[in-house]
Nanobody, 124 residues
Framework: QVQLVESGGGLVQAGGSLRLSCTAS????????MGWFRQAPGKEREFVAA????????AYADSVSGRFTISRDNAKNTVYLQMNSLKPDDTAVYYC?????????????????WGQGTQVTVSS
């Protein structure tokens, strides 16, 4: 079993930046492909970014490509989401997810473990 805890959310003005962190505990972090998803009020949970455990592969949603960067530090059991040039449309609860399989994925149902989420609010 893997436990995931997100942090780093908050309130920021449009154009600003935030860095989210997700720390894993319970089992070895290595070997898990990790992803970030978000869910805005009244909307479905959507894919944001993913990274393979060997760092060789990343994937981004078109809406965040060029503004967000996913990274990980396996020694610290932590995955990050650097969010720059934030827009009001980025407002959502952001979730970290882990996948114990060989490839990264963009669908929420492909992930095995989830954090509780952290709120990101971008004001205009």
């Amino acid at each position: 079993q893997v436990q995931l805890v997100e942090s780093g959310g908050g309130l920021v003005q449009a154009g600003g930046s935030l860095r989210l962190s997700c720390t894993a505990s319970g089992r070895t972090f290595s070997g898990y492909n990790m992803g970030w998803f978000r869910q805005a009020p009244g909307k479905e949970r959507e894919f944001v970014a993913a990274i393979s455990w060997r760092l060789s592969s990343t994937a981004y949603a078109d809406s965040v490509s060029g503004r967000f960067t996913i990274s990980r530090d396996n020694a610290k059991n932590t995955v990050y989401l650097q969010m720059n040039s934030l827009k009001p449309d980025d407002t959502a609860v952001y979730y970290c997810a882990g996948r114990a399989r060989a490839t990264i994925a963009r669908e929420a149902y492909d992930y095995d473990y989830w954090g509780q989420g952290t709120q990101v609010t971008v004001s205009s």
